[in-house]
Each structure stands twice: as structure tokens, then as C-alpha cells.
């Protein structure tokens, strides 16, 4: 790991193509990174860049559509599960103002279990823009297989085996977002591009976004900048996985703060992917997590029921 970064860095490649030795060292790095503060960033990921850089693209040709075009594809109902939410739609949990933010998102296209696929809406092609969507299932796909690399040496570092999660994750719930924080033309009613807040998932993977801001939120209390390099993606531990390992792996706070007021003009792109695993994952707590100096924290609930409770929080479902 780095000393001199906001977040430590891991070689994702040193756990796919390594020997025993540099993955067990992955694992230890991983693992410490997110007991301490739940977020890493990864190089040698395995999302091809030209992908990305195609999918920014067409993400700001959909996003510069004009409002009464973008509506087209928002689906009363769906909770913003699929399909583009507008502005001032979404908040963080403890709050109820509005984050500076509009999104389109890209889910599950169940292969090989025609019973799952009708838990799960379709998703929204964008017919204005086809490569939007199109592009979006594809670096969908990639996030997916990097995911689950991840959470095998996560697995590993929690005493599990490697393959713990992935019946667990296979055509899971998992959710490609683009977000698009606009330029901010008139001084926000205490709102920032988006609120302090943790995630839901288990882990969440993000491509470095078209402007800084992203900060997190240390155990010391203090706002530190994250500003991946080039070619890094950002991943960090979500609420299911905290709540899986009772605590011991932290989904830590963060937000995004609006830039100084010389550059409110700028806009801001951001990619996330959260991945979820099937909604019936049972989410009680590891036995090997609970122990006399850390309690059982949380009640036995599945991964459907918990979403659909955070979906409510954050204002999204009613």
C-alpha cells in the first residue's frame, strides 16, 4: 500500500494472475484497507478504459438532451431502479434536502433463470441515444466480473472460501448508475452534489468521475480529498457488507461537495457501479464476526427486505 495517499492502493492483477504469495498479500492489503477505512483504490482492474471513455461520452450526449426528451425515459414506479431519475429526486437518509443530481440506471439482464428475471424490471433502452445503453450493458458486465474477483479475496480475508459469494451474486440485483451533477447556477438552498452517506450494497466500484470532489470521512472525523489516478477505479465497502461482517468491515461515510464557486459551471459525471447480491441473500451476521468485544449488531433480514428499506430512506420509494 501507499503511505502517502488518501486511500491505500491494491493490484488487482497480483490476485488474478499471481502467485500464492502475492495473492495472499492482496488479500491482507484488501482486507486491512477495508477494516481501517473502507475504501481502496484498484489498478489493473480489467475495465478496459476505451469503454469507459466511450460510455462518459455518450452519457453527456444523454444528459445534454433536453428535460422534456430525458423524461421519455423515467419510469413512474420503479424507484429509480431503471431508467433516468430527475434532478432533486434522490437525498441522503438523514436529510431532506434534494442532492445536486440527476442519473440514469442500467440493471440486471437475467441469463439462464426466467423465474429471477421476473423479480427484476426490464431495463430502459435509450432510443435517442442507443450506444448509451448499449455501451452501459457492457461496462455493466465488466464491473460485474471485477466485482466478483474482489469479493472472492474479500471472502478469503474473512476466513470464507473464495467462492462464498458467488451464488450469491450471479445475475444479483447490481445497479450501473451515471450521475450527472450539472453546473450550479444560483447558490444552493444548503444542498451540496451529494450529501454524506453510506451505500447499500455490498460493494461499490467507481470510475473516476469528470471532476474532483469526492471526500470521505475518516475515523478521526476528518473530510479527506479522494482524487484517483489515472486509470485507478475507487471501491469501497457498502451497508450490506458491514452489516454481513457485524462491523467488521466499515462502510464509511462519504459525499460529494460542490467545487469552489469559480468552477460551479463545470459539470461533473460520475460512475458507479453497486453491486448487489440476489435479493434473497440472507444478511445475518457471520458467526466468526460476532465475538465478546464485538456484539451481534444487527437482526437477521435478506437483502431484498434491506433495499427495499433504504429505497424508502433516501426518498426514492414511497
Given amino acids: 500500500m501507499m503511505s502517502n495517499r488518501a486511500i491505500p492502493l491494491v493490484d488487482l492483477n497480483m490476485f488474478i494472475n499471481g502467485d500464492a504469495t502475492q495473492r495472499q498479500n492482496?488479500?491482507?492489503?484488501?482486507?486491512?484497507?477495508f477494516t481501517e477505512i473502507g475504501f481502496v483504490g484498484v489498478i489493473n482492474h480489467g475495465i478496459p478504459d476505451i469503454l469507459v471513455s466511450e460510455f462518459y461520452l455518450r452519457a453527456k450526449d444523454f444528459f445534454s438532451l433536453p428535460e422534456s426528451v430525458k423524461r421519455k425515459y423515467e419510469v413512474p414506479g420503479l424507484a429509480g431502479q431503471r431508467g433516468y431519475t430527475s434532478f432533486g429526486k434522490e437525498h441522503a437518509k438523514q436529510s431532506k434536502v434534494a442532492d445536486l443530481k440527476e442519473?440514469?440506471?442500467i440493471g440486471q439482464s437475467v441469463v439462464g433463470d426466467e423465474e429471477l428475471q421476473k423479480e427484476y424490471p426490464n431495463n430502459v433502452m435509450t432510443t435517442d441515444i442507443p450506444e448509451f445503453t448499449s455501451l452501459g450493458n457492457s461496462l455493466y458486465r465488466k464491473f460485474e466480473e471485477t466485482g466478483a474477483h474482489l469479493l472472492g479475496a474479500i471472502a478469503l480475508g474473512?476466513?470464507?472460501p473464495e467462492n462464498y459469494f458467488e451464488l450469491k451474486i450471479r445475475n444479483g440485483n447490481s445497479i450501473l448508475r451515471a450521475i450527472h451533477y450539472p453546473p450550479i447556477i444560483q447558490e444552493p438552498d444548503t444542498a451540496i452534489r451529494a450529501e454524506q452517506h453510506e451505500d447499500i450494497n455490498l460493494i461499490t466500484l467507481l470510475v473516476g468521475a469528470s471532476a474532483g470532489g469526492l471526500q470521505v470521512l475518516t475515523k478521526e472525523d476528518q473530510w479527506i480529498d479522494v482524487v484517483p489516478q489515472e486509470g485507478e477505479i475507487v471501491v469501497n465497502v457498502g451497508d450490506m457488507l458491514q452489516r454481513?461482517?457485524?462491523n467488521v468491515l466499515k462502510s464509511t461515510t462519504h459525499r460529494v461537495v460542490n467545487p469552489p464557486r469559480e468552477f460551479w459551471h463545470i459539470p461533473r459525471l460520475s460512475i458507479p457501479f453497486f453491486l448487489h447480491p440476489r435479493s434473497n441473500m440472507d444478511l445475518s451476521c457471520l458467526d466468526s464476526c460476532?465475538?465478546?468485544n464485538n456484539p451481534l449488531n444487527y437482526n437477521p433480514i435478506t437483502a431484498g427486505v434491506y433495499l427495499n428499506e433504504r429505497l424508502m430512506e433516501i426518498g426514492l420509494k414511497k
Avoid: D, P, S
Fill in 158 to 160: 474473512l476466513k470464507l
Fill in 290 to 292: 460476532v465475538e465478546i
Fill in 103 to 105: 442519473f440514469y440506471q
Fill in 26 to 33: 492482496f488479500v491482507i492489503e484488501l482486507y486491512r484497507a
Fill in 244 to 246: 454481513l461482517t457485524n
